[in-house]
């Protein structure tokens, strides 16, 4: 046996030393495919060819047909020793391309690889064989994909080369490797349909066919095993997850390949009905509502935009009353600013025309709004927000609103729970509005099945006016006192995401408001139940 290698690695020496530059050179493999090229250098172990396109592939000589090789070449004798150099240069991993569902990890030639998964957190881990980090490649890029956090690289090995990418996941997900010439796509997400199973079980099929047969199965490492990378080249800052290298594990559950566009246009048909929507405690009107709407979205690259562009258009109709009854503008930009891996900072601008205010006021409003994210670990991000906000009213009591607040967001697994606060001051030409309100926000996600959720929010609002006083009859006695008005408003509303096909949403919710106050005719109590229809056009 030990014989048969060493004649097999002369004849491919030979076979290489009679090449020269521009002489082609064939390679045939075991199970009969040829491929035509120009010799390039070889190792004991590999061969490295240019195809037609120009593309440098490396082979593993185990795959090759040595015998019928030195028939097949149709290279030209040379004596004495060849011009080029044998010694192969290192292939490199060059580029990283990242989509909202789509991982892309481009090398030189064609890449050989195992991957595993690891939990406590999510991550999928890929080891490239034979392969060096480029050194001007980005080792660690964040991502807002709501499937995965970030894609780390490191020189996970010197000897053998080897380079790990590790895709930080925001919760368990199929995944599947597909082979595409000199790079590998990583597609997150749910199954395909029938029509594209069969093209990605061949795609899948040719990429095991790139590993040589002789690499012995390994079991999947627990998350506990550390193994500390040998980085040959600089330090990343970005670390490394555990585990040997194994074979590779093509996932049975393929996933559907997404529009790249970066325009998005749905239209939602919205119909409500509303037991109180003047939200009155005396005059009491229930009225059925119908919202026709169109918006698109816009943003200047697929994966870690730093522009965002939305525009939304809607038409209002009720019954038992035309108050309501308008067509409303929302226009909104975002610019934003990343800082390393933890801080993100959005820059929002804000118009909205005949829009609705959170205490049920109509107006257009026109708002500045920085976010500075900071994002603790991969399932906690924290935010803090200031606003400017200058309103105008139908009933001529314009206003400047400032506000600040903070929120923290923190997911487990596929939940997601958020705590918010925000603190603003209501400053009003009609200094009776004048008014500090307090509001705080619980808010619940949770998946139902692979494609549906649920979502509860809870929300208390308390205002306290500077102006505004209320008479209140104290022990119903003959004296009457003044006091500053007070309002404390609680607001539940519960939703379920439906999807119904690969165009349409359903959105059932149900909406529970009350109102308490020591004015007593500014109490009510208020529920609507409403279904959404989502249609997205792309």
């Given at each position: ?7 097999r ?14 002489s082609?050179?064939?390679v ?7 491929i ?5 250098a ?10 037609a ?20 070449s149709?290279m030209?004798l ?5 011009e ?35 939990a406590s957190?999510h991550?999928?881990?890929i080891?490239f ?94 998350p ?10 600089e330090s ?17 559950v ?5 529009s790249?566009?970066?325009w998005?246009?749905?239209a ?15 005059n ?12 698109t979205?816009?943003?200047?690259r ?36 990343y ?19 959170e205490d ?11 976010v ?18 200058n309103r105008?009213?139908?009933t ?14 923190k ?17 009003s030409?009609n ?7 307090s ?17 509860i ?9 500077v102006?505004r ?17 007070e309002?404390?408003k ?11 096909g ?5 959105v059932?919710?149900?909406?529970f ?13 208020a529920?609507a ?10």
């Amino acid at each position: 046996m030990k014989m048969k290698r060493i004649i097999r690695f002369l004849v491919l020496t030979l076979l290489c030393f009679r090449a020269v530059d521009g002489s082609s050179f064939t390679v045939i493999f075991k199970d009969g495919m040829r491929i035509e090229g120009t010799w390039v250098a070889e190792s004991p172990d590999t061969i490295q060819i240019k195809d037609a396109k120009g593309i440098i592939r490396t082979y593993n000589k185990s795959l090759l047909d040595t015998k019928a090789m030195t028939t097949a070449s149709r290279m030209p004798l040379q004596r004495g020793k060849p011009e080029r150099s044998t010694s192969i240069p290192a292939p490199l991993l060059r580029g990283i391309e990242l989509e909202d569902n789509v991982v892309r990890l481009i090398g030189d030639g064609t890449l050989e690889f195992n991957s595993f998964e690891l939990a406590s957190p999510h991550r999928l881990v890929i080891d490239f064989r034979s392969l060096s980090l480029a050194p001007d490649i980005r080792k660690a890029i964040t991502s807002e994909s709501p499937l995965y956090w970030s894609v780390r690289l490191s020189q996970f090995d010197s000897d053998p080369r080897t380079v790990r990418a590790v895709i930080d996941l925001r919760r368990k997900v199929p995944f599947q490797l597909i082979s595409e010439g000199n790079s590998l796509r990583v597609q997150l997400g749910p199954a395909l349909q029938k029509s594209d199973k069969l093209q990605a079980t061949n795609e899948v099929a040719a990429v095991s066919t790139l590993l040589p047969p002789d690499v012995p199965p390994a079991p999947t490492p627990p998350p506990e095993a550390e193994r500390q990378p040998v980085d040959t080249s600089e330090s990343t800052g970005a670390t490394t997850s555990p585990g040997p290298i194994q074979p590779a594990q093509i996932q049975p559950v393929p996933v559907p390949r997404i529009s790249r566009k970066r325009w998005s246009l749905e239209a939602d048909f919205y119909n409500v009905y509303e037991s109180n929507v003047d939200h009155d405690a005396d005059n009491i009107v229930d009225s059925v509502g119908v919202v026709y709407a169109l918006n698109t979205r816009f943003r200047n690259r697929p994966s870690n935009p730093s522009f965002l562009l939305g525009y939304e258009i809607g038409r209002h109709q009720y019954t038992n009353t035309d108050k309501w009854d308008r067509v409303s503008h929302n226009f909104k930009a975002t610019y934003l600013l990343y800082f390393g891996k933890k801080f993100v900072l959005e820059t929002n601008g804000e118009i909205s025309l005949k829009g609705s205010s959170e205490d049920r006021e109509l107006g257009d409003q026109y708002v500045f709004k920085p976010v500075l994210n900071f994002y603790v670990n991969r399932s906690t991000q924290l935010e803090l927000v200031a606003a400017h906000r200058n309103r105008k009213f139908e009933t001529g009591s314009d206003a400047v609103n400032r506000y600040v607040g903070a929120g923290l967001k923190k997911e487990f697994g596929n939940h997601e729970i958020g705590a918010y606060y925000r603190y603003e001051y209501n400053d009003s030409e009609n200094p009776r509005s004048d008014r500090y309100i307090s509001t705080y926000d619980l808010r619940y996600t949770m998946p139902l099945t692979k494609d549906s959720w649920a979502s509860i929010k809870v929300q208390n609002r308390a205002t306290r006016y500077v102006r505004r006083y209320v008479e209140i009859d104290v022990d119903h006695g003959p004296d009457i006192q003044l006091y500053l008005r007070e309002d404390n408003k609680w607001n539940l509303k519960a939703a379920l995401g439906i999807p119904a096909g690969k165009k349409f949403e359903i959105v059932p919710a149900y909406e529970f408001e009350t109102r308490t106050s020591n004015d007593p005719e500014k109490e009510y109590n208020a529920y609507a139940f409403s279904v959404s229809i989502v249609y997205k056009f792309w």
